[in-house]
């Protein structure tokens, strides 16, 4: 745990023009103690803001807050646990409108809803995402193989590995003619 004091007042209007110990001091605080020195300063937090760009998700609710508050995240690891709905979280970050570039759905027990998976796909996310990673999920299909190549055409990389035997040949193939952008595709496992 960080303890940070200082003495005086903080800025109540956040500019980039802060202190010079901030970025020294942000490359070596923990995400975890972001979090408490964030909520001292508004300065501060809106520079942390700024610093952000990957975000792991244990629960549904906070997710759509941080994703609200900092726009510059561009990875997004869903942890294997993660509280809440799946098929929401996915339209949830379609809708924050957020530019993200790498989306990790890994070890979750199934892919997600192809109805969110398309809603996704007409946002943001669509445009935005080249690198999804969807290792050792249960229960991916080829359909789930084929909503992945109409939602995000943009995609440039895709991790499919450890997963189940209900992807086909047929269902690479498809992958393979849809997605223009692809160069790395991880079938192994």
């Known amino acids: 745990m960080l303890i940070v004091s200082w003495s005086g007042t903080c800025p109540a209007r956040p500019s980039l023009d802060g202190?010079?110990?901030?970025?020294?001091?942000?490359?070596?605080v923990d995400e975890d103690d972001f979090n408490g020195i964030s909520r001292t300063c508004k300065l501060f937090l809106s520079i942390t803001d700024r610093l952000r760009t990957t975000l792991t998700i244990s629960n549904q609710t906070v997710a759509?807050?941080?994703?609200?508050r900092c726009r510059n995240i561009k990875r997004v690891n869903v942890h294997p646990r993660m509280r809440g709905d799946?098929?929401?979280l996915i339209s949830a970050i379609s809708r924050s409108g957020v530019a993200i570039e790498a989306l990790d759905l890994s070890y979750q027990f199934s892919f997600p809803s192809s109805w969110s998976v398309r809603e996704a796909g007409m946002g943001t996310l669509g445009r935005t995402l080249k690198?999804?990673?969807c290792k050792n999920i249960e229960w991916l299909l080829n359909r789930d193989l084929v909503t992945i190549a109409e939602a995000f055409p943009a995609l440039e990389e895709l991790d499919i590995s450890n997963m189940e035997k209900y992807?086909?040949?047929a269902g690479?193939?498809?992958l393979a003619s849809k997605l223009a952008h692809l160069r790395k595709i991880n079938v192994s496992g």
Request: no cysteine.
């Open 64 to 68: 759509v807050r941080i994703l609200r």
């Open 86 to 88: 799946l098929d929401r």
């Open 172 to 174: 690479i193939e498809v």
């Open 167 to 169: 992807v086909s040949d």
């Open 131 to 133: 690198i999804l990673i």
């Open 19 to 28: 202190p010079r110990f901030l970025p020294v001091l942000t490359k070596s």
